[in-house]
């Protein structure tokens, strides 16, 4: 057999120069026989069953072989069996043939039609890879796999390749490589597992979706260039990375959807809007990161979780509405969505991530639920915030959480922050107004630093936070520190506190309220000239109940025109307070808290406005409360009252002390009260 062989090799090198046609043969399977007519370079195979080993000569022989017949009976196609048959033009396998092996026709440069037959099943490995004509692929409506890089540089293929439904893995790279023109693929696998590794279908621009398609896998349509894509109602998963950088301007997604992976369809450079259907409950991670024209964004109702740097990069991102079932939004999901101007965040939300919103330049306006209790680090660094309502349920404000917001004018902390953390509010160089809830105990190392427009600092915290010596650095030393009058001593002794200016407990001219879910607690100056004081408080415009105190703080009268409580508070150095309890929760009130002279003449006339935990709107101020309101000296006292309302002190009766069963009770009118203002029957 060597020796024919030989004879072979020797004849097919001198075929291109002899005048007479040769015919050569030889075996190349147990039941498969081969012969090659030097005349017309045609090699025919006769038998049945599979092909094996490498039986038609070395490299160089190959190049004469244009045309293969292979007989109705064979059942495989050995590896490497035609590879470097560089003369090849077409390839028409029979019925017969299962498997085609790995690097079968690889580097058949001339091959420009391969028709696979009915019934192949498997085509392995680098099958067909570089061969840079082929422009007609017909597969077998029996494929069940593609093998890595199977077609890889099949450059030229522009006719329309039909993918049947029976295809379940397609290897990475199978279609890689640039391509001459914009082939079509007709994608009709139901349920297709694909390679990890990148541009399983790069080749091709278009993509056509067969009605029974299930199943997009992993990086199946990464980096092909296909503009527009229109999935079928079959469509119920996309995997991670399905379409990455995928050239996308459209895609619509099926109501039948109901998982999305990770990056699907990231950096789609032209994509400019996305609907996402209704059944999804979860955005993935960096999902549609990068898309640098993704204008809108529709998310379904129901939708609870947005991933990670879900939509993060999307420069001209200019709305998206967060649906008010999501609790969860990750690190990073908006970063350096540079164009959108406003969020809304559902009630329910309890957590903002780190760096959710950092560097959206052009966000204004940030509505946060009530239920909100922590703001990640970096969560909205370099954001264009002018104003920030931050719930009362706030506790906790992550490191450089808001810096740099450079337009924000008035901030107030709320009672629940125990920790400003460092660089919290750094560089907030327009920032003229703050107030420190009563509960911050530690300011960190920069938290305020280059602030440095702050012209008043309002601390409602009893004793002093500890603060750093950078805590307020580039802030002016002549800004004016309030301070609860009791503190005054403890705050001026502090070296980074007592820098600041303070008013001395004589000066203290200002009125706080301190509201609660039902109760709010006045603290208000003293007057040495005033007899008594007043307390008027409103609810939508109409009386709720008047209060009438003496020079001392106690309660001397107490007008009911509306179900409500009072109990008198007690006297501070400098300062009255009183807390009026029975108060609506999340409600808004305003007040006008007046001295009074030995006639009832108004001295002093304090006005505001505060509301009880809950309530969703904002003050004129954008808080819960007016902290301070300067007093307002009026010329014409009856000026100040609001329209309507009884104000003659005449028309107050003072309440009579009596005594039941051994207990102080009020009467008033012929009824009696408990000394809270309930009404004993």
């Known amino acids: 057999m060597k020796t024919k062989v030989c004879i072979i090799l020797v004849c097919l090198t001198m075929m291109a120069s002899s005048a007479y ?242 990056e699907a369809f990231y950096r789609n450079l032209s994509l400019k809007s996305l609907v996402i259907p209704e059944n999804i409950t979860s955005i993935p991670s960096s999902m549609c990161g990068a898309c640098s024209a993704l204008e809108t964004v529709t998310l379904p109702d129901g939708l609870q979780t947005i991933g990670e740097f879900a939509f993060s990069n999307c420069s001209v991102l200019q709305r998206c ?89 008035e901030l107030i902390i709320p009672d629940e922050v125990r920790q400003i953390k460092s660089r919290a509010f750094e560089g907030c160089s327009g920032l003229n107004k703050l107030v420190i809830g009563k509960k911050t105990a530690m300011i960190d190392a920069d938290a305020f630093k280059n602030d440095y427009m702050l012209k008043e600092i309002h601390s409602r915290a009893a004793y002093p936070p500890l603060v750093e010596s950078s805590t307020f650095a580039g802030v002016p030393d002549s800004t004016w520190l309030f301070v609860p009058v009791q503190s005054i001593a403890a705050y001026a002794e502090d070296p980074v506190w007592g820098r600041f200016r303070m008013p001395k407990e004589e000066e203290i001219n200002y009125v706080t309220v301190d509201a609660e879910e039902t109760t709010a607690n006045f603290v208000w100056p003293t007057d040495s000239t005033a007899s008594s004081y007043r307390i008027d408080i409103y609810k939508n415009g109409e009386v709720f109940c008047k209060l009438t105190l003496g020079k001392t703080g106690q309660l001397l009268g107490i007008s009911f025109d509306a179900p409500s409580r009072s109990n008198p508070g007690s006297t501070i150095p400098a300062s009255l307070s009183f807390m009026v309890t029975g108060l609506d929760e999340a409600t808004r009130y305003n007040y006008v808290l007046s001295t009074l002279d030995a006639n009832g003449t108004p001295i002093h006339v304090y006005t505001g406005a505060f509301a009880t935990i809950g309530y969703p709107g904002e003050l004129e101020e954008g808080g819960k409360e007016i902290i301070p309101t300067p007093p307002i000296i009026p010329t014409d006292p009856e000026s100040h009252i609001p329209t309507g309302v009884d104000n003659e002190p005449s028309d107050q009766v003072p309440n009579t002390k009596v005594i039941l069963n051994g207990q102080i009770y009020l009467m008033y009118e012929k009824q009696i009260y408990d000394v809270q203002g309930k009404r004993i029957e």
């Open 21 to 262: 046609a040769t015919v050569y043969n030889g075996v190349c399977g147990e039941h498969l026989t081969w012969t090659l007519n030097s005349e017309d370079s045609t090699l025919v195979i006769t038998g049945r069953g599979d092909m094996s080993g490498w039986t038609f000569g070395d490299y160089a022989s190959r190049v004469y072989i244009k045309h293969i017949v292979f007989p109705e009976g064979m059942t495989s196609v050995y590896g490497r069996a035609f590879s470097n048959c560089t003369a090849l033009e077409s390839v028409t396998l029979p019925d017969s043939v299962i498997t085609i092996g790995n690097n079968a026709f690889e580097n058949c440069g001339s091959l420009r039609v391969a028709r696979l037959g009915k019934n192949v099943r498997t085509i392995e490995q680098e099958a067909f890879r570089n061969c840079s004509a082929l422009k007609h692929l017909e597969l077998s409506d029996s494929l069940e796999s593609i093998g890595v890089r199977a077609f890889n540089n099949c450059v030229s293929l522009t006719d329309t390749v039909v993918f049947p439904e029976t295809l379940s893995s397609i290897g990475g790279n199978a279609f890689g490589g640039d391509r001459i023109g914009g082939s079509v693929a007709v994608w009709k696998a139901r349920h297709c597992q694909t390679g990890e590794i990148a541009t399983p279908m790069k080749h091709f621009a278009h993509v056509v979706f067969g009605d029974k398609v299930e199943y997009i896998g992993p990086n199946l349509f990464s980096n092909a260039l296909l503009d527009t894509v229109i999935l079928p109602a079959s469509v119920d998963t996309i995997e991670h990375h399905a379409f990455y950088a995928s050239g996308l301007s459209y895609i619509e997604l099926p109501p039948s959807l109901v998982y999305i992976g990770s």
């Open 321 to 409: 509405d967060i649906p008010t079932t999501v609790q969860t939004i990750g690190n990073g999901a908006f970063s350096s969505c540079s164009s959108l101007p406003s969020v809304t965040l559902p009630e329910g939300m309890t957590r903002i991530a780190d760096i959710a919103f950092h560097s959206c330049y052009m966000l204004k306006e940030v509505h946060f639920p009530q239920s909100l209790t922590t703001i990640g680090d970096g969560s909205f660094q370099g954001c264009a915030i002018d104003s920030l309502g931050l719930p009362p349920s706030l506790n906790t404000i992550g490191e450089y959480a808001f810096l740099n917001l450079v337009n924000l004018k």
